[in-house]
């Protein structure tokens, strides 16, 4: 089961520049729709302010921030007048006022979100000029989806899920057309992944609770490396991981460990339960990986990775870590 934290301020920031041989790549999902993918070399930490003091995550620990939109509740009082005066009997008013609400910024949709679902909310009898009118177009000018949330949300290791507000304006991206400055406010998602340059590796945690094959929603882990026919892809994993679905029997990357009858010592194109697997591109052929792999790739695309077995449980435990370099 995920844990679940809901923090007071979340506050992005480099402490320290990495060295030269780590580095952070990022894949920002914009609310347009368009992908973003760059580096970031500034960024080591991920500060939190919470209730209870402030914490220091390292930023490789780190698998993807969610950006929500926080209220502006500093305009609060110029929000609600605004919706309030859509029930005048002036039109010219009414206009005023909803021409006003729709030049504002993206943090009055929660406010006028939250005060149309409040029961102070009166509903206009005019059907010109409504709040319900502006929300809707606001929210389209910012492609913002119904359900969206308001707080930001952080997911570390792949297992852990910190809510709050991230401080910051922009997000800084090196790109191969440059140098990118972000506004948050266009910003759905960023996919972050830690990048050992003196090794050539990335290091994943595959999560037994997710990360099977057997699971149709998100049971194949997005690596974001891509992979061109012909090179030499290297994996190594370990770990251990308990399957529920399997009567609750321990598994390393190279199969059973609680009993020697699914284990297979040597390489073999077919996987047995709980193996390591990956493939490339998300319909492409499955290959048994284990604890060690190297080989070269047969096909051009971005690398996934899960654990075998065609029946998901989320009550599986444990996961594995596995690093993966292409050369």
Sequence with gaps: ??????????????????????????????????????TSSSITTV?????????????????SLEFGIAPDNANKNKIVPLVKQMNDTSAEKRQTAFEELAKMGIGSIPVIDNYIN??????SEYSDYTAEAVLNEMKTAYGIEEGYKDKDIA?????????????LKTVSLKTEYGMLEVPKEKIVKADISYYDEQTGNKTFKLLAS??????????????????????????NASG????????????????SISSTSDYESDYSVYPSYGNLLFKIGEDGETVRAGSKYSAPAELSGILFLSIYETVFN????????????VK
């Design 155 to 167: 997911f570390i290791d792949y297992e852990y899920i910190m809510g709050g507000t991230i401080a």
């Design 240 to 255: 251990e991981v308990t399957l529920e679905s399997l009567s609750g029997n321990k598994y390393a990357p190279d199969g």
């Design 314 to 325: 989320s009550s599986n435990t444990g996961s594995y870590s596995v690093k993966v370099s």
């Design 118 to 123: 409040s029961p102070e909310y009166i509903p």
């Design 210 to 235: 997710k990360h099977i094959s057997g699971n149709t929603d998100g049971g194949w882990l997005n690596t974001g490396i891509k992979v061109k026919k012909g090179q030499k892809i290297n994996i």
């Design 1 to 38: 089961m995920k844990k679940i934290l809901i923090i007071s301020a979340f506050v992005v920031a480099g402490l320290s520049v990495y060295s030269q041989k780590e580095k952070i790549e990022m894949k920002l999902t914009l609310r347009d729709g368009n992908i973003i993918t760059g």
């Design 47 to 63: 500060s939190l302010n919470t209730d209870y003091g402030k914490l220091e995550i390292p930023i490789k620990n780190v698998s």
